[in-house]
């Protein structure tokens, strides 16, 4: 049975650090394109960051580049998103998803995840000015 389990939400301050989990069963996360993506009320799905871990290989949006950092744990079959140098505008419910290696290379990563296809129920981040 798939299952992806957000955890590590929280609220902070401006400029504190959260460190999101997302652990999964199911599947190996190295094979697979694991993505972080975040909604706030009223605001379409937007995508934060994508890795590829059997390629080393990550993709982050603007917005976030510099201050967050995608990795996976293997052993723990979990995918983490550090997340540094927090700003109110980072306040969302995040969520972590899968799709097809080869989404990690195709799709925009700012978009809403169209085509990852298995969903964890996600973690909500408050950040406070």
């Known amino acids: 049975q798939v299952q992806l389990v957000e955890s590590g939400g929280g609220s902070v301050q401006a400029g504190g650090s959260l460190r999101l989990s997302c652990a999964v069963s199911?599947?190996?996360?190295?094979?697979?394109?694991i993505g972080w993506f975040r909604q706030a009320p009223g605001k379409e799905r937007e995508g934060v960051a994508l890795?590829?871990?059997?390629?080393?290989?990550?993709r982050y949006t603007d917005s976030v580049k510099g201050r967050f950092a995608i990795s996976q744990d293997s052993a723990k079959n979990t995918v983490f998103l550090q997340m540094d140098s927090l700003k109110p505008e980072d306040t969302s419910m995040y969520y972590c998803?899968?799709?097809?290696?080869?989404?990690?290379?195709?799709?925009?990563?700012?978009?809403?995840?169209?085509?990852?296809?298995?969903w964890g129920q996600g973690t909500q981040v408050t950040v406070s000015s």
């Open positions: 998803a899968s799709a097809l290696r080869s989404y990690c290379y195709t799709v925009a990563v700012s978009g809403s995840g169209a085509g990852f296809n298995y």
């Open positions: 199911g599947f190996p996360v190295s094979s697979y394109c």
């Open positions: 890795i590829d871990a059997k390629a080393d290989f990550t």
